[in-house]
Every structure is written in C-alpha cells, then in structure tokens.
C-alpha cells in the first residue's frame, strides 16, 4: 500500500469515526427530544384540558359550559392511550346531557369521574413514557461510550502504527545513505509491500549497485594504470626512485636498484635512512632532501658512480611532491622523487673536447714562443734595421701574438679547471706586491687609452694564504677588463682594503657597467655579455672564479649600468 493511500485511508477512518460518534450522538439526542415531545403533546395537554374541565364543571353555567365544551373538542383530538376515547365518548355523551339538564348533579359527578380517568390514563402513560426516556438517554450513553472507546482504538492504533510506518523506512535509508557515503557500496535496503519506499529502496539499491560496480571498475583501471607507470619507469634508463614523505621507498627501478647496488624486492617499503646506514649512494641522494632545497640546487654537481665496471656521471634531479588534498586549500607534502639523469656520453665528450683545446692550445705554445724569439731578433738593430713601415708590421705581428698568447694560456687554464686539475700552492703572499705586478703587466694597455690607475692602500696590511702566480693572473684580468671595458682618458681606481679578518681587494671602473641580468651570468664558462664589441672568450672570469675558490677565497661584482663596475676579490688575513 502506497504512503500517500494509507495517509488517506489513516485520515479519512478517523474522519468516518467522528461522523459517526456525531451520528450516533445525534440520534440519541433525537430520541430523547421524540420522548420528551410525546409525553408534552400527548399527555401534557390532555392533563391540561382535563383540568381546566374540572374547574368549570363547577359551576355550570352557559359560558363555563362552551369552554368546556371547546377543552372537550380538543381533548377528542388528543387521544393518545387506549382506554382514553372511551372516556372520552363517555365525557361526551355525560356533557351533552348535562346541556340539557345542567342542574344533574348525578351528570357533573359521571362527567368528573370521566376527567379523573383521563387524567389517571395520561398520568400512568407519563410515568411510562418518563421510564422509556430514561432508559432511552442511558442506552444513547452506552451507545456513545461504545461508538468513542472503538474511535479510540481505532485512532490510537493510527497513532502508533502511522509515524512510525513513515519514519522507520526514512531512518533506514539514513543509516544505508550513510554506509554509501563510508565507502560501503555493498549496502542494499529491502522494505516490504509496493510502497513509495518499496519504489526507493529498489532505486537506492541500483544506484548502491552502479556505484559498487563504479568502484570495483575503477580500482581495476587504477590497477592497470599503476601497472603502466610501473612498467614505465622500470624501463626507464635513467635511474628513479620515489619516496613517501616519511622517505620510505615507494618504487625504485631495475637502472637504480643496480647503480645502488641494492636487492629489489627487499627494498620497496624501506626506510631509505636506514639504507643510506650502509649504502653510500642513498645516503648522497637522500641528503637534501631532508633541507628540502629546490631541485636545481640539487643537481648542480655531476654525482660519479662506479656501476657495470666503468665510471658513469649523473645529473641529480629532486621533486618534491606537493598536492593540495580535496576540500583543502593547504598544500601537503606526500613525497619525493629522485631521478638521476645518466650524463656520462656528454662527460665523455667534454672530457674529449677539453683534452682536444688542451693539447692544442699546449702545441699553439712553442710556434707562438718562437714567433716571439723571432720577432724579438727582428727588433734587434745588430741584425739589421728595420724601416718605419716594417717596424708597424712587426708592432702589429707582437699585439696579435699577444693575444693569441694570452688565448692560449685561457684555454689552457680553462682545460684544468674543467678537468678538475687545478693545482694550488698557497704561501703567506702580500697582497700589494701581487697587484703591483698585476698593474705592470697592464701598463702598456693602460697607456694606450690614456688611462689613469690609482691605488689606494694601506703599507701595513697583513699578508694572505694565497696562490700569488693564480691570484696575479685573476688581478692582470680583472684590470684588463676595466681598461677595455673602460672609456679613453677615465680613471681605474685600485684598493686593498682591510675589513676584521678579511683583506679585500677591489678593482672599480668607471666604464660601461654590466646590466643587472647578466651580472649572476659573468662568471659562467664562455658568457659574455650580448652586443660586447671587445675582443674576447667569455674565459677570463670564469677561470678567475675557479682560481680564487680553489685558494679560499671569494669573488663577486657590483655594478651599475652606465656607471661602472667593480669586482671584488676576498681573501682571509694571516694574523700574526
Ligand atoms: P672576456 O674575454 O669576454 O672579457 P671575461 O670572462 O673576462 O671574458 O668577461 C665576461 C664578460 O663580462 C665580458 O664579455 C664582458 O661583457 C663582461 N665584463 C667583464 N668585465 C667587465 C667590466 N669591467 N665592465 C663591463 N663588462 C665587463
């Protein structure tokens, strides 16, 4: 039975049920009122006639005898008992004698005991008539007694069985909704009969049905999805591995199991810091980690690994995995993931480029120191003298040999620092003899410009651990930039200053200056700035910065566009 036929059929009984105790209350009350009316119509007026005909007959005169004539007439029209027209034909005839002879006393006496029996047939029918009410009004009580406890019963039956008919299958369906929502799609609800809720439940059951199947389809998929990352990576040749953010090893393929020298299926769910306990690898890869540093900080330095019996260099690349959970608006950390690109064929080809300019540039060095011996014989008057015009050509021939020298010595540089090679040897060095060789050394270029050196140093600075031939070569280049990158006739300003335990050494120009974008740029291997015009191999710095790191030292730029530059070099003071 649907909801909405039990709601009416529920209303319309108790309805039913009210129309009959009005009804049957009514009906009761109807004949109690009939009771009532008959004993007045009945019974009352004849008593009524009966007396009023007593009070006349005694004294029997014309008028009295019309008025008790007309209580006579309508107490013929009232007769209501048996018994009662007898005594009232015996009423009328006595009446009718006594009109002719009003003064037989004989008649008015037969005329009173006719009244007295009239009077006693409707008094004995009152008193019955009285008992039937009576009786009547009792049994209208038990009547409505009985018609209201069966209401009752029937609405109090309402009462507990309706709500509840409603609100149980509404409490069950929270209770499944409920599960749904817990993930528990193997949740159905059965209500018996073909109610509203029957129809709801059987569509709550497809819906908790679709769903589980939703489910089960998806995991599936998910399945086959981790299967193909998995596949993937493990074919990967680059080695990978994923931690979670407790750096418990997730995944890890085949490439990383073999550089780490580690069995696969005893890894995945491992502390990697327990691990790195006793594998050296993992304990490098995992260090930053815990600094969280950004992963192009991490990959700076190539990691060389010794795997498959030969040297192999990696380039180290960390992912921090962040995602912002659903309903969150906070990112979280779920982990991390390290991937080592294999670089070793570009190593071995730098590798090879290095030791190609490096040969070279050793082999550029006796023609270049022969051609120099060469042209200094050719200056020499006791060979011969030369004219103004040859003396040009020899001028020009020493400046491109020069700088083929100096291109050389670069490159030769370069290749030791890119080979790693460089070799150091620090002794306790002051720092104003080694500028002062550096500005000798730039003099001629410096003249050549018009441009002014001034230094300004104090006589008593302490001496610096330092490389002087390394240093010497940074300072000679550091001022032979700011000469060329400096304008005729403008001024180079030199200083050594002293600051706590660190002597610096500053080398300012008042040039062209570096635009702010390059100036993190400068230092790089074979950068120069776009559109310079001087001559160069973008060497200089780099090698500078190698050499002055390798002593301990420090070096930096500040400059402004369209003002100048100055470079900085730093060493740490001896203190005596
Ligand atoms: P280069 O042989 O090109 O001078 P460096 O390594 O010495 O190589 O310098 C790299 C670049 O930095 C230069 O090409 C130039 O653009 C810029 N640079 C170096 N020193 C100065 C300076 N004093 N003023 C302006 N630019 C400079």
């Known amino acids: 039975m649907t909801i909405k036929t ?200 497809t819906m908790a049905r679709k769903l589980e199947e939703y489910n089960s389809s998806n995991l599936a998929t998910l399945m086959i999805e981790k299967k193909r990352v998995e596949t993937l990576i493990n074919n990967m040749h680059d080695p990978v591995i994923g931690l979670d953010e407790n750096l418990h090893i997730v995944f890890i393929n085949e490439e990383a199991v073999k550089i780490a020298g580690l069995t696969d299926n005893k890894v995945i769910g491992q502390s990697a810091k327990l691990l790195a306990l006793n594998n050296d690898l993992i304990r490098l890869l995992i260090k930053d980690i815990a600094l969280l540093e950004t992963p192009k900080q991490a990959h700076a330095k190539p990691i060389k690994i010794f795997a498959d019996n030969k040297e192999s260099y990696f380039e180290k690349e960390t992912l921090h995995i962040n995602i912002t959970p659903t309903g969150e608006s906070k990112q979280k950390l779920i982990g991390h993931v390290i991937l080592l690109r294999n670089i070793t064929a570009y190593k071995e080809l730098d590798l090879a480029k290095t030791n190609f300019i490096a040969t070279v540039s050793h082999e550029f060095k006796t023609p270049i120191a022969a051609i120099k011996m060469s042209l200094q014989l050719l200056e020499n008057k006791q060979i011969g003298a030369l004219n103004e015009e040859q003396l040009n050509l020899v001028e020009g021939i020493k400046e491109d040999t020069n700088r083929l020298l100096k291109i050389t010595g670069e490159l030769l540089n370069m290749t030791q620092v890119e080979s790693g090679n460089i070799q150091v040897s620090k002794f306790p060095t002051a720092p104003k003899e080694v500028l002062d060789y550096a500005i000798q050394a730039n003099k001629i270029q410096a003249e050549q410009k018009q441009i002014r050196i001034e230094v300004s140093c104090r006589e008593d600075l302490p001496k610096v651990q330092a490389d002087s031939e390394k240093t010497m070569w940074v300072l000679t280049n550091l001022i032979s930039n700011a000469i060329r990158y400096s304008y005729d006739n403008s001024v180079i300003y030199l200083s050594i200053t002293q600051s706590e335990q660190k002597i610096i050494i500053a080398v300012k120009d008042t040039g062209q200056g570096i635009p702010p974008q390059y100036q993190g740029k400068i230092f790089d291997r074979y950068f120069r700035v776009p559109n310079t015009k001087k001559e160069g191999t973008g060497l200089g710095l780099a090698i500078s910065k190698e050499f002055i790191e390798a002593q301990g030292g420090k070096i930096w730029v500040e400059s402004e566009l369209g003002t100048g530059s100055t470079f900085y070099v730093m060493f740490e003071a001896i203190v005596s």
Request: hydrophobic letters at 45%.
């Open 6 to 205: 039990k709601l009416n059929l529920g209303v319309g009984l108790l309805f039913a049920l009210i129309l009959l105790l009005g009804i049957v209350a009514a009906r009761s009350v109807k004949d109690i009122k009939a009771n009532t009316d008959n004993i007045l119509v009945a019974n009352y007026n004849s008593l009524e006639y009966a007396k009023n005909i007593l009070s006349f007959i005694e004294d029997v005169s014309p008028k009295n005898l019309d008025k008790i004539a007309v209580n006579i007439t309508h107490q013929e029209d009232n007769i209501t008992e048996i018994g009662e027209n007898e005594a009232t034909q015996d009423l009328r005839a006595d009446f009718n004698a006594l009109k002719t002879n009003t003064k037989d006393t004989q008649l008015v006496k037969s005329i009173r005991n006719s009244v007295f029996k009239i009077i006693d047939l409707n008094m004995q029918a009152i008193q019955r008539k009285s008992k039937l009410a009576t009786t009547t009004a009792d049994n209208a009580v038990i009547m409505i007694a009985i018609v209201a406890t069966f209401c009752f019963l029937i609405a109090f039956t309402l009462l507990i069985n309706l709500p509840s008919n409603i609100a149980n299958p509404i409490k069950e369906l929270t209770q499944s909704i409920q599960e749904i929502a817990d993930k528990n799609y193997s949740e159905r609800v059965y209500f018996e009969g073909s109610s509203e809720f029957g129809q709801l439940a059987q569509s709550f059951n």
